[in-house]
């Protein structure tokens, strides 16, 4: 049976009554159709979820943290199935969406408790007869546009904080994905009517939701591209827009490093998920003292590793998402290796695999900043490598991008850390410990990376708007009015 969208609570088709194939990229088969959403089902959508919207946001927070914490229960219980169903759709190791699972869960306990923690604040009266309050409200409908690579995690980001602010939500998931985040239409059925809505669809779903009047937020994670014609078209209603759009992460491993450490550390950062995670490690710099000893360890280590199927316990790193994705990742090793790059190990489709979108583990060397592959997101599981002699060359070659997501360093040197922190420009910046996500610590990027936050006091934020109450509880006229003349 094909899977329907989720509005109001109820499962409905498209009214066009269309559906498109979602595929299996490890094997290239057809998993299942899902309804090809339109314009029509989207506005179905928004009126569900505004007419919602009404009650949710009266909801006492306590309350709603209780309904979000029960999300957070219904998630773990169906951990295991979930992960398997968005592993067929998504190509990761089935290990990795288990653990996408279990910290899609933690962020919707996480902001269960942080929606009932602060309503605004009281700021100081300019008057003994006053009361002045600074309160943070809902905005209303939040459209969620989410991408395919973490398509649970990437939405629980997004919904679970703006829940706890009050807010109802429009998931319009990715073409690639849909299939695990229609099934999660069982972690949201207790919630009332229209307060999360999931439609199906292509870029005439996602443009309605972003044009449309009736929805007054806007959260988007994906390209570039896309970000800035949804922020080109929100504009025209100056509409908020949460935008995450990428990166080209940088790894700087200095000359104290431990290369028991790094060398499998820059290898997980760069391939996890095949590269395909908005920050893995795009760019390697490494200290010209160490450059050969880390280079001919990673070359091993990588050639270590295990490719295959996501759903094989014994798999390292799935296939890429898709044919055009592959075929993005060989033009940027093809180009390089064109201009003089030497590819110490991958470079190729492997030849095990007849079918699927596999694409071999691959470190390069003879790089610089003229090439694509060290400019443009490659967003697959390459591992380019150059060495630097200085480290405030290592800063500004880690600067030296349009991006500006998160980055990466390996040292035991204090003063190293500390000018690491203070020059690069990246919303996250990991010492010794790449790519670890928390909770509690904001994400997101600067530069073309985009200004949202999501996680934290912060991610929260993203989803309120700011009031301030003046009150005067005497009702007296006051000295500073008309007429002048007699002052």
């Not at 760069?270 to 160490?290: D, F, K, M, P, W």
């Amino acid at each position: 049976m094909t899977p329907m969208m989720w509005i109001n609570n109820e499962f409905v088709s498209s009214t066009s009554g269309a559906t498109f194939a979602v595929h299996d990229p490890a094997s290239e088969e057809v998993i299942d159709d899902v309804p090809q959403g339109s314009a029509a089902d989207a506005q179905r959508a928004i009126d569900a979820a505004s007419t919602a919207f009404r009650e949710w946001r009266k909801i006492p927070a306590g309350e709603r943290a209780e309904l979000l914490h029960e999300v957070a229960r219904k998630l773990r219980d169906q951990a295991e199935d979930l992960a398997t169903l968005l592993t067929r759709e998504g190509g990761k190791p089935l290990r990795e969406n288990i653990d996408e699972m279990g910290w899609s869960a933690a962020c919707f306990d996480y902001y269960a408790e942080m929606g009932r923690n602060s309503r605004g604040r009281v700021i100081p009266s300019v008057e003994p007869s006053q009361l002045a309050l600074v309160l943070k409200e809902p905005y209303g409908v939040v459209a969620c546009i989410v991408p395919w690579n973490y398509p649970i995690l990437l939405m629980a980001w997004k919904v679970a904080p703006a829940l706890a602010a009050g807010n109802t939500v429009i998931i319009k998931p990715s073409e690639m994905t849909p299939l695990s985040t229609l099934a999660c239409t069982r972690i949201f059925d207790h919630l009332p009517p229209g307060v999360v809505n999931i439609v199906t669809g292509y870029g005439d779903v996602g443009r309605e939701l972003v044009v449309n009047r009736g929805t007054q937020l806007i959260a988007f994670t994906g390209s570039v591209t896309t970000g800035r014609e949804i922020a080109r078209l929100a504009a025209e209603q100056i509409k908020k827009v949460h935008l995450e759009l990428g990166g080209k992460d940088a790894f700087i491993v200095a000359e104290d490093a431990d290369l028991d450490v790094a060398v499998p550390g820059v290898a997980w950062a760069a391939l996890l998920n095949s590269g395909q995670v908005c920050t893995s490690t795009e760019r390697v710099y490494v200290h010209e003292s160490i450059r050969k000893p880390f280079t001919d360890r990673l070359v091993d280590y990588v050639r270590s590793l295990t490719l295959g199927p996501g759903l094989d316990p014994k798999t390292d790193i799935g296939p890429v998402i898709g044919e055009k994705y592959r075929a993005k990742v060989e033009e940027h090793v093809g180009e390089a290796k064109a201009q003089g790059a030497k590819i110490l190990t991958g470079g190729q489709r492997p030849k095990q695999f007849e079918r699927g979108y596999f694409y071999e583990p691959t470190v390069l060397t003879n790089v610089d900043h003229s090439f694509r592959i060290m400019r443009e997101e490659t967003f697959g599981p390459t591992i380019p490598i150059m060495s630097f002699s200085s480290f405030d060359e290592a800063i500004a070659l880690a600067n030296d991008s349009d991006y500006g997501l998160g980055a990466n360093l390996y040292t035991l040197d204090p003063r190293k850390v500390k000018q690491y922190y203070e020059e690069v420009k990246a919303g996250t910046l990991w010492v010794n410990d790449p790519l670890t996500d928390n909770d509690a610590g904001p994400f997101g990027g600067m530069k073309l990376s985009g200004g949202a936050r999501e996680l934290g006091e912060e991610g929260l934020e993203e989803f309120m708007e700011t009031k301030h109450v003046h009150w005067d509880f005497e009702m007296q006229p006051k000295p500073w009015w008309y007429p002048y003349g007699d002052k």
